[in-house]
């Protein structure tokens, strides 16, 4: 995985992130910005399923619980998005992505959405990190509240965003980069436990 965190002004924050949050979850705003996370994610041989993923998710906040809502989502795997949206209801879509070494174009509905450049350097920390996270989201009615864990080696990375000025991801050009990691030898696994309404 390859993350960069952004502070994104509230004005300038998509409406999916409204229409796929449930009831009661709000985006937490510092100083006028979201901190709203882009993600390449690639799941490797030995994954339930082998796929790339291009994502966009905020924290956000459920009372008290910080938990995380995505407004974008993409992959090239047509199974990942069936799964992904009636068992976490995540609003996974198809897209396109082509690699040329450090290099990753992705496109959605024949239209370039975002491209990236990224290099990586030294683990942060030694050994291996874990992570929970929540993700709270609603589709088609349904809400779903999941916790997952994910852990791996934490390295530093510079990632270079070029987001299309007429595409799905335009809002990010707003955005300000405020860190740049990679997750290496990745392991993530979802809905350790589920709340749906």
């Known amino acids: 995985m390859l993350l960069t965190v952004f502070a994104l002004p509230r004005a300038s924050m998509p409406p999916e992130l409204g229409e796929f949050a449930p009831p009661g979850v709000t985006p937490v705003v510092l100083g006028g910005h979201a901190l709203v996370g882009v993600a390449l994610v690639d799941y490797a041989p030995g994954s339930v399923l082998e796929y790339d993923e291009l994502l966009v998710s905020a924290l956000t ?14 992959v090239d795997s047509p199974q990942s998005v069936a799964g992904g949206r009636e068992l976490w209801a995540i609003p996974k879509g198809l897209a396109r992505f082509d690699h040329d070494g450090r290099s990753t174009t992705v496109d959605v509905d024949g239209q370039r959405a975002a491209s990236l450049t990224a290099s990586v350097g030294k683990r942060v920390l030694p050994g291996w990190q874990s992570f929970t996270l929540t993700t709270a989201q609603r589709l088609e009615g349904r809400n779903v509240l999941a916790t997952n864990a994910a852990r791996g080696h934490v390295r530093r990375a510079r990632i270079d965003w ?9 809002y990010m050009n707003a955005g300000r980069p405020l860190m740049s990691i990679e997750l290496d030898k990745m392991g993530i696994s979802f809905g350790l436990s589920c709340r749906r309404w």
């Open 61 to 74: 906040r459920r009372g008290p619980k910080l938990v995380s809502t995505l407004a974008h989502i993409w």
């Open 162 to 170: 070029d987001f299309a000025t007429d595409g799905p991801l335009a």
